[in-house]
Nanobody, 121 residues
Framework: VQLQASGGGLVQAGRSLRLSCTASGSDFRLNAMNWHRQAAGKQRELVAGITSSGITNYADSVKGRFTISRDNAKNTMFLQMNSLKPEDTAVYYC????????????????WGQGTLVTVSS
């Protein structure tokens, strides 16, 4: 299973961006999916998560501004980011827990490559 993140870019403070993360592979099912971010010189932090049934959780710093969602039919997760602030500047990574059934049952976790979000003041 592989994850591909996209949608990052340069925006002004107060504007919006939508990140996407699409999984590819053979005969797999995604369980919990998460967005993390890492700003320069800081540790990676969990931004938001969503279970396979749609239960969500958010870091306090993004509550009310970011919305995580997923389209299970398309194996894709989204992060709608509104009212962006300069402190949201970071590389955003998606991560997912998965189960594959071919050739044997395997449970694992996979990370995407990261997409850079830069918010100017």
């Amino acid at each position: 299973v592989q994850l591909q993140a996209s949608g990052g870019g340069l925006v002004q403070a107060g504007r919006s961006l939508r990140l996407s993360c699409t999984a590819s592979g053979s005969d797999f099912r995604l369980n919990a999916m998460n967005w993390h971010r890492q700003a320069a010189g800081k540790q990676r932090e969990l931004v938001a998560g969503i279970t396979s049934s749609g239960i969500t959780n958010y870091a306090d710093s993004v509550k009310g501004r970011f919305t995580i969602s997923r389209d299970n039919a398309k194996n894709t997760m989204f992060l709608q980011m509104n009212s962006l602030k300069p402190e949201d500047t970071a590389v955003y990574y998606c991560e997912a827990d998965y189960i594959t059934h071919t050739p044997t049952i395997e449970v694992g976790r996979v990370w995407g490559q990261g997409t850079l979000v830069t918010v100017s003041s």
